[in-house]
């Protein structure tokens, strides 16, 4: 069984920036793609971004040019790094791993 542990989350004022991370325990294999994504309040969970371990990554439209997806698919690591965060952006963000197992989730609240 996999399991998915995402930390970095918390409070952040309008226009700040988080770095949220992903480790996954060791399972014997290595991943194909590791990605992240989030759930608004009253909302469906949403795509974000995902990377290979080619390295080559991909992003929804609303968050490319202000969301980076980095890691180390090998060491089953993956991060987020999000700037010029909005109050939209308030969510739970959640990790994933070849499509099939989630993280428990860390909450990002971005208010003044």
């Known amino acids: 069984q996999v399991e998915l542990v995402e930390s970095g989350g918390g409070l952040v004022q309008p226009g700040g920036s988080l770095k949220l991370s992903c480790v996954a325990s060791?399972?014997?294999?290595?991943?194909?793609?590791m990605a992240w994504y989030r759930q608004a309040p009253g909302k469906e969970r949403e795509f974000l971004a995902d990377?290979?371990?080619?390295?080559?990554?991909n992003y929804a439209d609303s968050v490319k040019d202000r969301f980076t997806i980095s890691g180390d698919i090998g060491k089953k690591m993956v991060y987020l790094q999000m700037n010029s965060l909005e109050p939209q952006d308030t969510a739970v963000y959640y990790c994933?791993?070849?499509?099939?197992?989630w993280g428990k989730g860390t909450l990002v609240t971005v208010s003044s």
């Open positions: 060791e399972s014997g294999f290595t991943p194909y793609i």
């Open positions: 990377i290979r371990g080619h390295g080559v990554a």
């Open positions: 994933n791993q070849d499509f099939r197992y």
